[in-house]
Nanobody, 122 residues
Framework: QVQLVESGGGLVQPGGSLRLSCTASGFTFSRYAMSWYRQAPGKERELVAG????????KYANSVKGRFTISRDNAKNTVYLQMNSLKPEDTAVYYCNADPRAVVVGGGLGYWGQGTQVTVSS
């Protein structure tokens, strides 16, 4: 059975940091591109960051470039999202996605985690 289990969300003050983790099972992790999406109330789901199966290339939304870093450890079947300098507009539910296409191209194909809430507020 395919599972994507996320952790690391929570409440943080503006300017603070969080690290999200997503641990996968039930498929060949290294063959899948991994991405983080987010959806805020009243807004469409957006691609935040993605990483190719081998970790050789990454993509970021312009709004998070320089603040967020995506990485993966294929030996642990885990993808991470390090979030620094957090802003209130980063508040959203963050979802982990596994895409069978090796390169991040978007579209939300593949498997999804349950989502984890990130709230940035003073």
């Amino acid at each position: 059975q395919v599972q994507l289990v996320e952790s690391g969300g929570g409440l943080v003050q503006p300017g603070g940091s969080l690290r999200l983790s997503c641990t996968a099972s039930g498929f060949t992790f290294s063959r899948y591109a991994m991405s983080w999406y987010r959806q805020a109330p009243g807004k469409e789901r957006e691609l935040v960051a993605g990483i190719a199966g081998g970790g050789g290339s990454t993509k970021y939304a312009n709004s998070v470039k320089g603040r967020f870093t995506i990485s993966r450890d294929n030996a642990k079947n885990t993808v991470y999202l390090q979030m620094n300098s957090l802003k209130p507009e980063d508040t959203a539910v963050y979802y982990c996605n596994a895409d069978p296409r090796a390169v991040v191209v978007g579209g939300g194909l593949g498997y999804w985690g349950q989502g984890t809430q990130v709230t940035v507020s003073s």
